[in-house]
């Protein structure tokens, strides 16, 4: 799967699916879209900003409130997206897509405590899933992404 075919699966076909499961490659690609996309946005956000700030000599404008709305608005559509692709991709790993919650709270939960090793090491190991090949044949979350076909019973 290539990287246009990765972002219009999860932004047409898969918005908010959360069942199935996602190959290596669905997953990666439209994490690199979602991160050019917010990089793009706090880009042109700077860009404003500085470009009003020298101009004008005052701090934010309006341009750069309405910026800082659609960059927002455009980066919430897309983290429903995000979230869904890495729970299918737990699920190619068999793995529960609840763990993607410990993803997102234990970091946020350690660091308010003031430690941030344990959410270092959630993050971490998320990677490790992400990067690792998902389990070969069909599994309990569904068929093989890379070989549909493998899933037919074997004393049929």
Same mark, same amino acid.
């Given at each position: ?18 069942? /199935?499961?996602?190959?290596?490659? %669905? ?10 996309? *917010?990089?793009? /946005? ?30 927002? !608005?455009?980066? *919430?559509?897309?983290? *429903? ?19 993607? *919650? ?10 308010? !405590? #003031?430690? %941030? !090793? ?18 070969? #044949?069909?599994?309990?979350? /569904? ?5 549909? %076909?493998?899933?037919? %019973?074997?004393?049929?």
């Amino acid at each position: 799967m290539g990287f246009k075919e990765a972002v219009r699966t999860c932004l047409r076909e898969k918005y908010v699916t959360f069942s /199935g499961r996602a190959p290596r490659s %669905e997953y990666w690609w439209f994490q690199l879209f979602y991160y050019l996309v *917010l990089l793009g /946005g706090i880009a042109l956000i700077m860009l404003a900003s500085g470009l009003l700030y020298s101009s004008q000599g005052t701090g934010f404008g309006a341009v750069t409130i309405i910026l800082f709305v659609i960059v927002g !608005i455009v980066v *919430l559509a897309l983290t *429903l997206p995000s979230i869904s692709v890495m729970v299918r991709r737990f699920h190619d790993r068999n793995l529960s897509g609840w763990w993607v *919650l410990a993803v997102f709270v234990v970091p946020g939960i350690f660091s308010v !405590i #003031g430690t %941030e !090793i344990p959410g270092l090491i959630i993050t971490v190991a998320s990677f490790v899933i992400t990067v690792l090949r998902g389990t070969d #044949g069909p599994n309990k979350y /569904g068929p093989d992404p890379l070989n549909p %076909e493998s899933s037919a %019973e074997v004393f049929a």
